[in-house]
């Protein structure tokens, strides 16, 4: 007895095949597309996360020897939010209020090393007389250079200049590249 239309329709759905319930023989394989690889583990990279706060406000010291941990970070996600080499970046935290709404107290920062020319606009990472900080840089047309606090109250958190006369001791530590924290 051959199973008429209306049967072949319902036992295909229960996942018999009905050429072979028909002929005996089972239907031939629907050709294979091209195999997708798998994909391997992402590389990861560990940025070296000095246990300091960098203070967006008046300057935290510099400590002599900051402890040292790593944060492993997949390295094409590092290399496409900062577009940096991840040898060159480390990560330290930001403390204070003064470069709010930018930086908030707390938020990670990446910092790029090799990065140590002072932008205009740009945010870095400085050392000014062994205090930390983290400010954005402004260049003026006089020649110079300004740290600039993010945070519109000035009368907490002035702008300072950066004059050739002042005998301070400034190191450039690096440009912020990246900064994230927790929502509020």
Same mark, same amino acid.
Do not use: C, M
């Given at each position: 007895m051959v199973p008429n239309a209306e049967h072949l329709l319902l036992l295909s759905e229960l996942g018999c095949d009905p050429t072979w319930l028909v002929t005996g023989k089972e239907a031939q394989a629907a050709p294979i597309g091209p195999v997708a690889p798998i994909a391997s583990e992402p590389a990861i990279v560990t940025l070296p996360h000095y246990v300091m706060a960098l203070s967006a406000g008046k300057g935290i010291p510099e400590p002599d020897?900051? @402890?040292r941990e790593g944060i492993q970070l997949p390295e094409q996600w590092v290399?496409?939010?900062t577009g940096r080499n991840p040898r060159n970046l480390i990560v330290a935290h930001a403390s204070g209020e003064s470069m709010e709404p930018t930086i908030a107290d707390g938020d990670l920062l990446i910092?790029?090393?090799? @990065?140590?020319k002072p932008l205009h606009?740009?945010?870095f990472?400085?050392?000014v007389d062994g205090d930390l900080l983290v400010k954005r840089i402004a260049r003026r047309l006089d020649g110079s250079i300004h740290m600039i606090?993010?945070?519109p109250n000035k009368v907490a958190y002035p702008d300072e200049e950066l004059a050739d006369t002042m005998d301070l001791q400034i190191h450039v530590l690096g440009q912020v590249v990246w900064h994230g924290g927790a929502l509020a």
């Open positions: 020897f900051p @402890a290399r496409s939010v910092i790029d090393r090799t @990065a140590t606009g740009k945010i990472a400085l050392s606090s993010d945070n």
